[in-house]
């Protein structure tokens, strides 16, 4: 929301002119019928409480303007300021909103080549999320301070949950708690963009195709990406096997970090695994469908729509502190034993961290 406005107070110049003339008042409380009022020299008042309408003028040198005028109006002026700065609040939460109607209608509004809308990401697609993200998750974030102030950097972070919700709530902690609002461009699977509606949302919110190029590309820029090595294998997991990581690929990852010399972010999240404890795996069903799994829980399909509804569980996201990549040679990209170490250093922080907070934790839901 934009600053309030602010009002000048008025420099009333009738007002400031009746000061320089000596004041009249009445001497002894009474005075005869026909007896001249006597006029008395202005002297400074000592500080006291005198009622307002019987307050005389104690300037020892002339002052106009605001200057001038008494301390109970300029207080009472403080007072109305206020209260119309809350009004002109709403006024300009309505006028911005019909200004960005009129942009959305009138195509007046910026992209990035790989369909990054931010307008649209930080007025409308965070709002919906955020009542998920502060409400019902109540995510707790730690380490933001790990995470730079500016220029690219690789966020890793573990993936579960059956439904990718971890990465929305991941972005929105960035955002929401980095002192420079930074966006995270998430990385993808093809699934993603395969799906209606869902594609066209995926790309309006700054994700894009989990590959080396793209990733290149967005840390050329100094955005941060992330990404979730484990793939749908990690997301897909039986609830048995929960906070237990999973492969991490053939490290991609590291190799993009190392080609382009930014540091790469552990990220342990704790609590995705709950919102849908999957206790099964409907393996058929999921091949007619073109799924990589179809899952069963507790409470569906049972329930129907109403078991698709997560858990409230009590999430916590913690940054670790980046493996820096900068000081290796250009050529250290395409060593497999440096890949491979790298690799194994970064998910052996991850799964650490992940029993760190499952021992710190009181409850799944509070």
């Known amino acids: 929301m934009a600053d309030a406005k602010v009002i000048p107070f008025d420099d009333d110049r009738s007002r400031g002119s009746a000061v320089q003339r000596p004041s009249r008042r009445r001497s002894g409380g009474s005075r005869r019928k026909g007896e001249p009022a006597a006029v008395h020299e202005v002297q400074p008042l000592p500080a006291r409480t005198i009622p307002q309408d019987d307050v005389p003028v104690t300037r020892e040198e002339p002052a106009t303007?605001?200057?001038?005028?008494?301390?109970?109006?300029?207080?009472?002026?403080?007072v109305a300021a206020e209260k119309g700065s809350g009004g002109d609040g709403w006024e300009r939460r309505v006028a911005g909103g019909l200004s960005?109607?009129?942009?959305?209608?009138?195509?007046?509004?910026?992209?990035?080549?790989?369909?990054?809308?931010?307008?649209?990401?930080?007025?409308?697609?965070?709002?919906?999320?955020?009542?998920?993200?502060?409400?019902?998750?109540?995510?707790?974030?730690?380490?933001?301070?790990?995470?730079?102030?500016?220029?690219?950097?690789?966020?890793?972070a573990n993936h579960s949950g059956t439904v990718p919700l971890d990465g929305l709530m991941m972005q929105v902690a960035v955002h929401d708690n980095h002192p420079g609002n930074r966006h995270l461009r998430l990385l993808a699977a093809d699934?993603?963009?395969?799906?209606?509606?869902?594609?066209?949302?995926?790309?309006?919110?700054?994700?894009?195709?989990?590959?080396?190029?793209?990733?290149?590309?967005?840390?050329?820029?100094?955005?941060?990406?992330g990404v979730?090595?484990?793939?749908?294998?990690?997301?897909?997991k039986p609830f048995s096997e929960r906070y237990k990581l999973q492969r991490f690929g053939r490290g991609g990852f590291v190799s993009t970090a190392l080609r382009q010399g930014t540091p790469i972010i552990p990220c342990s999240i704790v609590g995705a695994e709950e919102i849908y404890p999957m206790i099964?795996?409907?393996?058929?069903?999921?091949?007619?469908?073109?799924?990589?799994?179809?899952p069963i829980t507790p409470t569906f399909p049972w329930l129907g729509p109403l078991g698709a509804v997560p858990l409230p569980t009590k999430w916590t996201i913690q940054f670790g502190e980046p493996i820096r990549t900068d000081g290796y040679p250009p050529e250290a990209a395409e060593d497999p034993m440096l890949m491979f170490n790298l690799t194994d250093q970064v998910r052996e922080q991850i799964q650490h961290t992940l029993y760190k907070l499952l021992v710190q934790r009181r409850s799944v839901f509070f």
């Open 65 to 78: 303007g605001p200057a001038a005028e008494p301390a109970a109006e300029s207080a009472a002026e403080s």
């Open 100 to 156: 960005f109607l009129r942009r959305r209608l009138t195509g007046e509004y910026d992209v990035d080549d790989f369909g990054y809308d931010q307008e649209l990401t930080e007025q409308v697609l965070m709002s919906l999320v955020r009542p998920l993200y502060e409400k019902y998750f109540r995510v707790e974030v730690k380490g933001i301070e790990n995470i730079p102030a500016e220029g690219g950097a690789l966020i890793v």
């Open 191 to 225: 699934l993603v963009f395969m799906l209606p509606v869902v594609n066209e949302l995926a790309r309006k919110a700054g994700h894009t195709l989990a590959c080396a190029e793209d990733a290149e590309r967005l840390l050329q820029r100094g955005e941060l990406v």
């Open 228 to 236: 979730m090595p484990e793939g749908f294998k990690g997301i897909g």
């Open 280 to 294: 099964g795996n409907a393996k058929t069903l999921a091949r007619l469908l073109g799924f990589p799994y179809f």
